[in-house]
């Protein structure tokens, strides 16, 4: 939905629209923080019941049926999920503190141009007797 934002002497509206979600959001974080329980709790099943770990080996982790299930390699999983979930977290944090200072800047740059043509209108009917003055100050 679009928001209708007005800044400090302005007197258009200029619309803010929200940004389409990313591929990692707040739902993706979640289910990776599911996931690395969910190997966790396997870990430990695996290290304290053999039985567990010698029913598991005969299955894969992955379609291709190339990475057994051992502890390694689900200690290796684990690793990879929080490492994942850890890099998804900075990513989203990162671009969260882009779009506030883009946010920033684009204020800052409507209240510079807000004030130029404050100055511009200013000057404009300050020299509005004298013609020639006006084009010079402003190039023409």
Request: hydrophobic residues 30%.
């Amino acid at each position: 939905m679009a928001d209708s934002t007005t800044t400090p002497g302005s007197t258009t509206t200029t619309p803010t629209q929200r940004k389409p979600r990313g591929p990692i959001d707040a739902r993706t974080l979640g289910q990776l923080q599911k996931d690395e329980e969910i190997v966790l709790a396997v870990k430990d099943e695996m290290t304290t019941n053999s039985d567990s770990t010698s029913k598991l080996a005969s299955h894969f982790l992955d379609g291709a049926n190339t990475i057994a299930i051992t502890p390694e390699s689900v200690n290796d999983l684990a690793t990879q999920i929080a490492t994942a979930r850890t890099t998804a977290g900075d990513a989203t944090e990162s671009t969260a503190g882009f779009d506030d200072v883009t946010d920033t800047e684009r204020s800052n740059k409507e209240a510079l141009l807000n004030s130029i043509r404050n100055v511009q209108a200013r000057a404009k009917g300050k020299y509005d007797e004298y013609p020639s003055q006006v084009k010079i100050l402003l190039g023409r």
